[in-house]
């Protein structure tokens, strides 16, 4: 494995080859993800160190690696710093490199002659220049798919403060991000048998596990017949945004909103990146619960969906400060996509190729008779102007192609009689 993985390194050409002429069998690994009940962040679990002990790390789409916070009495016998000026070092694109400076004592996280890069916290906003990359046995994967053990997984380690937030027995983050090469579909993409193509599937339920499917698929639900949900989906371009000197954020050009049909009139420069800031455009993210919208945005939509609501629905005054619509459900019927309300499409590069929420994804129940709006409006002044987040991301399959820069968007998979949790005809029949 491990001289395969240097021989696909250095001649990419071949690894076409072989991938095409199909001489490696490719198979797919399937990460569960819950969504945790208090905090509604996606949790992963995976296995590190020698001995092994499980993790859970918080999903981060746009994080630049796997780091976990090893003030938590990081114990393995397999833990290797990255010295300074190595090829790992190269390798992780790390911009700098020293001792331990803060700690009475060395520790994993705090060696000499250590190189680092940035670790980031999207929760608290937070970065940090100091983590520690390293290499330990990783185990990840569950059934039905493959489990894989790398005897050399790169990650960092990073300090406490780094970790706030983090939803409880969470000890770090999984990092998806698609030009680091230390992310994790970067990372197994390596293996031959596996390829830098990932599908994100978070389940509505904080009962019942939702899974990140990671290779070239096919990827299955069943309902309860098989069905490979990663077909006929809708592309569009990952956008980079070079305006962010650490950006890995996915961002994709919305190029409007049609509410139940209509275009929603918005300000289109809100739409595009300014090229000088890399502020505005649309970005997807896996670490907020509810899609944000900049005020301005938010208006304009809670106006067209008022409108398009039927007369006999009575807007009721918000039961808490993060909606700003909400209304009786007691003339709301329900349908298999969720509440019959006013359908929102986000139209991509071109008209042809949209998105489309249907009720279970646009709007929540937050008491009994009382539904909302499920968008929350911001001043993003430096931020983008749209980040499309887990709300309206569940029970749709997301496939991130890296290669082939582009995201695929599935609807919901409601409409087939499944969900993101049906991965698993064995354990959750
Ligand atoms: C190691 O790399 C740093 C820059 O990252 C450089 O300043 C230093 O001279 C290098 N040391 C050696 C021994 O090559
Ligand atoms: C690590 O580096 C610090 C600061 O350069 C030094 O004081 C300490 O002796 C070193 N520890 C070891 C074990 O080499
Ligand atoms: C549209 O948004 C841009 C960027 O925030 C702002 O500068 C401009 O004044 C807005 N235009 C209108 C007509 O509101
Ligand atoms: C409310 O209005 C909708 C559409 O106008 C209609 O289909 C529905 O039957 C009405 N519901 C009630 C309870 O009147």
Redesign the pocket.
């Known amino acids: 494995m491990e001289t395969l993985t240097f021989f696909f390194l250095l001649f990419p050409l071949l690894n076409i080859f072989f991938l095409c002429s199909c001489e490696v069998p490719q198979t797919t690994l399937y990460l569960p993800i819950t969504k945790d009940a208090s905090t509604l962040q996606y949790i992963t679990e995976v296995g590190q160190r020698t001995p092994l002990v499980p993790i859970k790390l918080f999903v981060h789409l746009a994080g630049r690696s796997l780091w976990v916070d090893c003030d938590k009495g990081y114990k393995s016998s397999t833990y290797k710093p990255a010295v300074c000026n190595s090829t790992l070092c190269s390798f992780a694109n790390s911009h700098a490199c020293g ?3 803060f700690k009475s004592q ?1 520790q994993p996280g705090c ?3 250590t190189c680092y890069i940035w670790g980031e916290n999207p929760l608290i906003n937070s970065y940090m220049d100091r983590a520690e990359i390293a290499e330990d046995i990783l185990a990840i994967g569950s059934t039905p798919g493959v489990r894989i053990t790398w005897q050399r997984f790169i990650f960092t380690c990073v300090e406490s403060y780094l970790a706030r937030r983090l939803a409880n027995g969470v000890t770090g983050i999984a990092g998806f991000g698609h030009e680091s090469p230390l992310s994790i579909p970067n990372q197994l993409g390596l293996d031959p048998t596996l390829n830098k193509k990932f599908g994100m599937c978070l389940s509505s339920s904080t009962r019942s596990r939702g899974v990140i499917f990671i290779g070239s698929g096919p990827y299955y639900v069943y309902n309860p017949k098989k069905v490979d949900i990663s077909k006929n989906l809708v592309y569009t371009k990952v956008i980079t945004n070079r305006g962010f000197l650490l950006s890995e954020e996915y961002y994709i050009q919305v190029s409007s909103i049609r509410i139940a049909g209509q275009d929603v009139p918005l300000n289109r420069t809100l739409l595009s990146i300014d090229k000088n800031n890399g502020v505005g455009g649309t970005k997807i993210s896996s670490t907020i619960p509810f899609t944000i919208l900049h005020t301005s945005i938010y208006d304009a939509v809670k106006i067209a969906f008022i409108k398009a609501l039927p007369k006999n629905v009575t807007l009721v005054e918000p039961p808490m400060k993060r909606f700003g619509v909400c209304f009786s459900s007691k003339n709301i019927r329900s349908t298999k996509v969720g509440p019959d309300v006013p359908l929102i499409d986000f139209l991509l590069h071109k008209p042809s190729a949209f998105w489309r929420i249907y009720g279970a994804n646009s709007v929540v129940q937050v008491k009994k008779d009382v539904m909302c709006l499920a968008f929350v409006g911001r001043e993003q002044t430096w931020e983008p102007s749209i980040v499309i987040g887990g709300h309206q991301l569940e029970e749709n399959l997301l496939v991130f192609d890296l290669p082939k820069k582009k995201i695929g968007f599935g609807s919901s998979l409601k409409l087939k009689q499944t969900s993101c949790s049906m991965y698993d005809n064995i354990i959750q029949a």
């Open positions: 001792d331990c400076l060395l060696n000499n002659n």
